[in-house]
């Protein structure tokens, strides 16, 4: 006699969703056709869970791997891996997965985005039009052009590399600095970052925040960049000595800066609220609709790789 | 040349203005209280026009000066300038393309980002301390939205170079097809607009292109498109673009010409998807220079007898 058989086994590999209270991940219920999620460490199944995802700038700390024996995966749905201790996962022969190139066009459109605002005052302008001012005040100050700008990239990764080809296509040239130098890549490499500013009008950070780069953009380079350079920043805000950038700017040293980052979000120095020359934005250069998509499928491709044991899609 | 007696019609330029000063006998239109009183000293002195996009050279002004021989234009756009009667006459007219044509396409990139992303929105989110109190919301990708070119001459080719290094799919619409350009041609207005996400008017302003954009047209663009003007005011049905935005029948509009500039229609600055900027596509300390440079050697030129430098007419 045929036993019947209501439940149909389940063959969902576990993962865990590892994630602080205020963060989401855009899309989870898209995973669930493939996985079975669970998010407490404190969770029974964290002692068996063999990957977890992290959830924007969630921590994930040597106590929190502790609790996780049989882990050997973390996927990050950021570019940026600075919350995680990498080191600990290295230790541990824990693989790591950051988001690839799922955010690589969306972080370089709002640099160029930034950019072509600081240097062609766009928000500033948008707002002498609002206010009425324009028949009354008649002129405007001019802006700089930014075809023939030298634009120095601090970072020549994937969205290095997309702002790059943008903006030769204005007409500018580029040069960068980067953890190695690329044999492949045309553009003059500069082992430093000061050297990299002396020959820049403009500097753009897309690099990793680690050890190494805290604070790559420090006095000394603002200095070597000079009063007519710009800063755009779209990497971490602790890339940029943050007091010293407000100290120059509010002192006219610089010639202009569009932020998307800041070293303590959501707090942004209210000394810049006043700069006509100074562009700022709520960490968001990655978030379109388009990002989220290509990431979650990034998500499921790394997760379904590492679990039929097939090499990773984006490993860091 | 300091005999020769030139005009310029507006402020537009102080290094123009030093320019003409230290080589010609510079008049300024804008020093009179009145045009009885200009034309009662000047009006069989003046040779020359430096005009722009404020005050050109309209019929009544060059009837009024028996010895015009040339209008030197602070701007591409033609516009201002009663071209038929110039030539009529016989006057010459020159004008500033190719050194501006860059900055212009800029600027019409910036306005597209600025609109797409919502960057000057986010700005104003941030200076008005709402990140704290949470995150603003999703905007949209603009690599590879499909951009559409009202006129591909020398501005509407630079912004199409630029967006495609976006990805960003080129079509466009002009008086002629151009076959060496890999881009899609549309033969009439209203299938561009249909067929892309940011429409860019780039073309010149002439009796055929007024209002060329019009409710027609804006509505086929539609609630998720974008416009963009840098070319001129009139190139668009202003009052329709405004009602089309008020009521959401467009997405945005990134605008840095009006119909009738300084003046720009209030319902437009409370709206959040729109970006606004003061007429200034040229307007940097370099291409500003580079015009102003441009306007002296055409003026040189003609008097010195040797060939124009960019003659129109």
């Known amino acids: ?316 | 040349m300091d005999s020769i007696t030139v005009l310029m019609t507006s402020p537009m330029s102080d290094y123009l203005e030093t320019q003409l000063k230290d080589r010609f006998n510079l008049v300024k239109l804008w020093t009179y209280s009145s045009k009885t009183d200009f034309f009662k000293h000047n009006s069989h002195s003046i040779r020359a026009i430096v005009g722009n996009t404020k005050i050109g050279a309209d019929a009544e002004l060059i009837d009024s000066l028996p010895e015009l021989e040339i209008v030197s234009s602070y701007s591409v756009g033609l516009d201002k300038i009663d071209l038929r009667k110039c030539q009529e006459k016989g006057i010459r007219v020159t004008n500033t393309p190719d050194v501006l044509t860059d900055d212009v396409a800029d600027v019409a990139m910036g306005l597209m980002l600025a609109v797409a992303r919502r960057v000057c929105e986010c700005d104003r989110f941030v200076r008005r301390g709402l990140w704290p109190k949470g995150d603003f919301r999703l905007t949209n990708k603009f690599s590879g939205m499909q951009v559409g070119i009202v006129g591909l001459g020398r501005i509407g080719s630079a912004i199409a170079k630029r967006a495609e290094a976006f990805g960003c799919p080129i079509s466009y619409y002009s008086r002629s097809e151009k076959p060496e350009t890999n881009y899609k041609y549309f033969s009439n207005i209203i299938d561009l607009a249909v067929n892309c996400q940011i429409l860019v008017v780039a073309c010149a302003l002439t009796e055929e292109t007024h209002h060329i954009v019009n409710r027609e047209v804006i509505d086929a663009l539609g609630p998720e498109g974008i416009l963009i003007n840098i070319g001129r005011g009139s190139l668009i049905d202003e009052p329709e673009l405004v009602s089309a935005l008020l009521q959401g029948r467009l997405g945005g509009a990134g605008l840095d010409v009006f119909e009738n500039e300084p003046e720009v229609p209030e319902q437009l600055f409370g709206l959040e998807n729109v970006v606004l900027m003061p007429h200034v596509g040229s307007d940097t300390v370099e291409t500003t220079d580079a015009m102003a440079d441009l306007v002296i050697k055409n003026l040189e030129a003609h008097f010195l007898k040797k060939p124009l430098l960019t003659p129109v007419v």
């Open chain 1, 1 to 316: 006699m045929a036993t019947e058989d209501n439940e149909v086994e389940d063959h969902r590999p576990l993962v865990l969703i590892h994630h602080l209270p205020s963060f989401k991940l855009p899309l989870q219920d898209r995973l669930i056709t493939h996985f079975r999620l669970f998010d407490s460490l404190a969770s029974p199944e964290a002692s068996s869970v063999r990957a977890l995802i992290c959830v924007g700038p969630t921590p994930v700390t040597a106590d929190n791997l502790d609790h996780l024996p049989s882990l050997r995966l973390v996927v990050g749905s950021s570019a940026g891996l600075d919350h995680v201790d990498l080191a600990e996962c290295r230790r541990r022969g824990i693989s790591v997965t950051n988001s690839g190139d799922a955010y690589s066009e969306n972080v370089a459109d709002y640099a160029v985005a930034l950019l072509l605002d600081v240097l062609r005052r766009v928000s500033a302008a948008d707002r002498f039009v609002r206010s009425g001012l324009w028949p009354q005040m008649g002129e405007y100050p001019l802006g700089c052009k930014l075809g023939g700008k030298r634009i120095g990239i601090v970072g020549l990764g994937s969205i290095g590399s997309e702002v790059a080809k943008r903006l030769v296509a204005f007409g500018c040239t580029v040069a960068y600095n980067s953890r190695n130098k690329k044999p492949s890549v045309l553009y003059p490499y500069y082992a430093n970052v000061h050297d990299l500013a002396v020959n820049s009008d403009v500097l753009i950070v897309c690099c990793a925040l680690t050890n190494e780069t805290h604070h790559i953009i420090n006095k000394d380079v603002l200095t070597a960049l000079g009063r007519e350079g710009v800063i755009i920043n779209v990497g971490r805000g602790a890339l940029v000595d943050e007091k010293e950038l407000v100290q120059f700017l509010v002192q006219g040293e610089i010639g202009g800066a569009g932020l998307d980052v800041f070293e303590n979000e959501p707090n942004v120095p209210k000394e810049l609220f006043a700069l006509d020359n100074v562009v700022l934005s709520p960490h968001l250069a990655v978030s379109t609709p388009e990002s989220f998509e290509a990431l979650n499928e990034l998500i499921i491709a790394n997760l379904k790789a590492f679990f039929s044991n097939k090499p990773l899609l984006s490993p860091f």
